[in-house]
């Protein structure tokens, strides 16, 4: 497709539930980045990809919190025993490189009740 | 803590006003990039300058990069309803990208 793509876009799950989260970056885009963005608030840096490598997960809040990108393409995000915190609008995003200009996806906005 | 603080937060003005939104800095950014973001959507990237003390316009918005490259302005002039969203400025230093607090900006018809 022509731009980043995330699924679902809205994911309501019960606390304690698992939920996985998809994003398909621009085709050809080396990097790919996870962000959790409150209402108002800029996004918050959770995870970097690099192809199929995993090279910064610093901003992972908990070790409840998983990514992946088996093929350097299509990444996952992937959250365990779901918290109400945990409910906030994930966006990804990709790029050429990690310091060119992303585009992003229009997130997934998770509830947790 | 936030390396990007932006300020205001929040704005409110009338349509037809003129408003600057800044983005400050302790760090040096070799590059700083403007997004906007309206509800239910991903950021969407306005600009990016280089070069301390760069100047780009986009018609009705001016984009200043500091001497020091350490801060940013947005200047828009005569604000429109379809400006309404979030600004967010974002900055790479040290090949990692850092996004600002955000300025949510409401035009009122």
């Not at chain 1, 050809?28 to 996004?43: D, E, I, K, N, T």
């Not at chain 1, 409910?87 to 310091?99: D, F, G, H, K, P």
């Not at chain 2, 990039?33 to 100047?55: A, D, I, K, S």
């Amino acid at each position: 497709g022509a731009g980043v793509s995330q699924s679902p876009r809205y994911k309501v799950a019960k606390r304690g539930q698992d939920v996985a989260l998809r994003c398909d970056p621009i085709s050809g885009h080396v990097s790919l980045f996870w962000y959790q963005q409150a209402l108002g608030q800029g996004p918050e840096f959770l995870t970097y990809f690099q192809n199929e490598a995993q090279l910064d997960k610093s901003g992972l809040p908990s070790d409840r919190f998983f990514a992946e990108r088996p093929e350097g393409s299509v990444s996952t995000l992937k959250i365990q025993r779901t918290q109400q915190e945990d409910s906030a609008v994930y966006l990804c995003a990709s790029s050429l490189a990690r310091e060119q200009p992303q585009h992003f996806g229009d997130g997934t906005r998770l509830s947790i009740l | 803590t936030q390396l990007l603080e932006q300020s205001p937060q929040f704005l409110s003005i009338q349509e037809g006003e003129n408003l600057t939104v800044y983005c400050n800095s302790s760090s040096v950014f070799s590059s700083l990039q403007w997004y906007r973001q309206e509800p239910g959507e991903g950021p969407v990237l306005l600009v990016t300058v280089v070069t301390g003390g760069e100047v780009k316009k986009l018609k009705r918005l001016t984009f200043q990069f500091g001497d020091a490259r350490k801060d940013s302005s947005l200047h828009i002039t005569a604000a429109q309803p379809g400006d309404t969203g979030l600004y967010l400025c974002a900055g790479v230093a040290g090949n990692q990208f850092y996004f600002g607090t955000g300025t949510s900006l409401t035009v009122i018809p």
